[in-house]
């Protein structure tokens, strides 16, 4: 994924129904890390932070906002690639740090996931 990389977690351990499922979805889609550690425990890794990932029999959906420095339009074709239906966006949205531009999709367990872009200061606030 040229360009794609993920910068950081802006807004863990994620519960979900098939572990393998989740990691494989969140490394073909994300561009994730599946690391092992602990008792056979697993986490996905990216940058410089970590997800933990556990099963649960009723997961609970949660949602993920992350920043990266690619152009939305990149996300999307890469999206469309991989099958994944984009569920909104692009739009403007307010994140942790400032206004960004977000595109949603979910991943297998229905957690909403937002990818986003800070917006340059010279385009204002929300």
């Known amino acids: 994924m040229p360009n794609l990389n993920l910068d950081r977690l802006d807004h863990l351990v994620l519960t979900v129904r098939d572990v ?3 990691c494989a979805f969140y490394r073909r889609v994300l561009g994730m890390e599946i690391e ?3 008792r056979d425990r697993t986490a996905l890794r ?3 932070h970590k997800i933990n990932v556990e099963h649960a ?3 609970t959906p949660i949602h993920l906002c992350f920043i990266t420095n690619a152009p939305l339009a990149d996300w999307i074709e890469h999206l469309k690639g991989c099958g994944v239906a984009l ?3 692009p739009v403007k949205r307010s994140g942790a740090e400032g206004p960004i531009d977000s595109i949603y999709l979910d991943d297998p367990d229905q957690n909403s996931i937002e990818v ?3 917006l340059a200061p010279s385009q204002g606030k929300l």
Do not use: I
Request: net charge neutral; aromatic share 16%.
């Open 46 to 48: 990216f940058g410089r």
């Open 20 to 22: 393998d499922q989740t």
């Open 116 to 118: 986003s872009t800070y």
């Open 36 to 38: 092992t550690f602990g």
């Open 57 to 59: 029999d009723r997961p």
């Open 87 to 89: 569920r909104d966006g």
